[in-house]
């Protein structure tokens, strides 16, 4: 049978072109199911206040940093949205005294406008947002080195040749409404792709490149930083690619209910528990990464029963 049309929008993939059963599955798991979905791989860990949450999110830059050499650099990627990770990160580098003068980090996103990425005087400019809020922070005995800061760009070519011979501890994200990490978003429903999305083998072997973002992308970005103001947000993005997630040792997302919904928060964990790999919701290709961690704020995992507002 054809995969059922887009109720967000006919034109793409997304999680609502999924088979229902596992759409029902999903939305009747308690936060007790959730927290029992661990296995070899794959670990769900719960926090019960935002203050431990962010703090521990805060210490895996440092505990990645911590393992870096000038022998061996070592770096993390890290996101924008969760941010509220990264003034701690600063705090915790500067009253330690870590010096991170072999450290690498990667963004995992900019935006791409007029043919180039965003520039950093661009009021949602991923690459300002890192250094206002985490790196221009750091005492400058103890900085990362401007060279170790790698944001996509246009081209893509420096950014890419930064992963190689930099271990990459961690890459660290969020999750978005369209079941993303980073912009590696579902593909519109044309071409080749016009009857099935791409299989979980081609959409693994992408490298960071400009993506066009999903509709309901574009409506979460301009809900959590613009105030709802959608033409403020561009349509195109450039974003780390599965072939750089790939190279991390360890992708760990962190869910503080704020980026995506009780639903697509249950929907990811499930298919990545289950083995379930479809690009029409992008997380869920991480089942086939070998070490995959999902950190849950437990006070905003909620419920998926009918309320009228």
């Given at each position: 049978?054809?995969?059922?049309i887009?109720?967000?929008?006919p034109?793409?993939?997304?999680?609502?072109?999924?088979?229902?059963?596992?759409?029902?599955?999903?939305?009747?798991?308690?936060?007790?199911?959730?927290?029992?979905?661990?296995?070899?791989?794959?670990?769900?860990?719960?926090?019960?206040?935002?203050?431990?949450?962010?703090?521990?999110?805060?210490?895996?830059?440092?505990?990645?940093?911590?393992?870096?050499?000038?022998?061996?650099?070592?770096?993390?990627?890290?996101?924008?949205g969760?941010?509220?990770?990264?003034?701690?990160?600063?705090?915790?580098?500067?009253?330690?005294?870590?010096s991170?003068?072999?450290?690498?980090?990667?963004?995992?996103?900019?935006?791409?406008?007029?043919?180039?990425?965003?520039?950093?005087?661009?009021?949602?400019?991923?690459?300002?947002?890192?250094?206002?809020?985490?790196?221009?922070?750091?005492?400058?005995?103890?900085?990362?080195?401007?060279?170790?800061?790698?944001?996509?760009?246009?081209?893509?070519t420096?950014?890419?040749?930064?992963?190689?011979?930099?271990?990459?501890?961690?890459?660290?994200g969020?999750?978005?409404?369209?079941?993303?990490?980073?912009?590696?978003?579902?593909?519109?429903?044309?071409?080749?792709?016009?009857?099935?999305?791409?299989?979980?083998?081609?959409?693994?072997?992408?490298?960071?490149?400009?993506?066009e973002?999903?509709?309901?992308?574009?409506?979460?970005?301009?809900?959590?930083?613009?105030?709802?103001?959608?033409?403020?947000?561009?349509?195109?993005?450039?974003?780390?690619?599965?072939?750089?997630?790939?190279?991390?040792?360890?992708?760990?997302?962190?869910?503080?209910?704020?980026?995506?919904?009780?639903?697509?928060?249950?929907?990811?964990?499930?298919?990545?528990?289950?083995?379930?790999?479809?690009?029409?919701?992008s997380?869920?290709?991480?089942?086939d990464?070998?070490?995959?961690?999902?950190?849950?704020?437990?006070?905003?995992?909620?419920t998926?029963?009918?309320?009228?507002?």
């Open positions: 049978m054809p995969r059922p887009s109720k967000i929008a034109d793409w993939w997304d999680y609502t072109t999924l088979e229902s059963e596992i759409l029902a599955d999903a939305a009747a798991l308690t936060v007790d199911d959730i927290a029992g979905l661990s296995r070899p791989g794959f670990k769900v860990v719960m926090y019960d206040t935002l203050e431990e949450f962010y703090l521990a999110e805060a210490l895996e830059y440092i505990r990645a940093w911590q393992e870096s050499t000038e022998d061996n650099p070592v770096g993390i990627c890290g996101p924008i969760p941010t509220e990770q990264l003034p701690l990160v600063a705090q915790l580098v500067n009253s330690l005294g870590i991170l003068k072999s450290a690498h980090f990667w963004g995992m996103d900019e935006w791409f406008l007029d043919g180039r990425e965003a520039p950093e005087s661009h009021p949602l400019s991923f690459a300002r947002a890192d250094k206002e809020l985490c790196f221009n922070r750091i005492h400058s005995e103890l900085a990362v080195p401007e060279s170790n800061l790698h944001f996509p760009a246009a081209d893509v420096a950014y890419e040749s930064s992963w190689n011979g930099v271990r990459c501890a961690v890459m660290q969020g999750q978005g409404e369209v079941k993303h990490w980073a912009f590696n978003d579902p593909v519109r429903r044309q071409g080749a792709f016009a009857d099935a999305p791409p299989s979980p083998e081609e959409y693994r072997k992408l490298g960071t490149r400009v993506v973002l999903h509709p309901l992308t574009l409506i979460q970005n301009a809900r959590t930083s613009g105030g709802g103001n959608i033409p403020l947000v561009p349509t195109h993005a450039l974003t780390v690619g599965p072939k750089q997630t790939w190279q991390a040792d360890r992708i760990s997302i962190w869910h503080p209910g704020t980026h995506d919904n009780p639903f697509g928060l249950r929907l990811t964990t499930l298919m990545i528990a289950k083995g379930v790999a479809d690009s029409a919701v997380m869920s290709l991480l089942a990464h070998p070490d995959v961690v999902f950190s849950f704020y437990r006070g905003a995992i909620g998926c029963e009918t309320e009228m507002h």
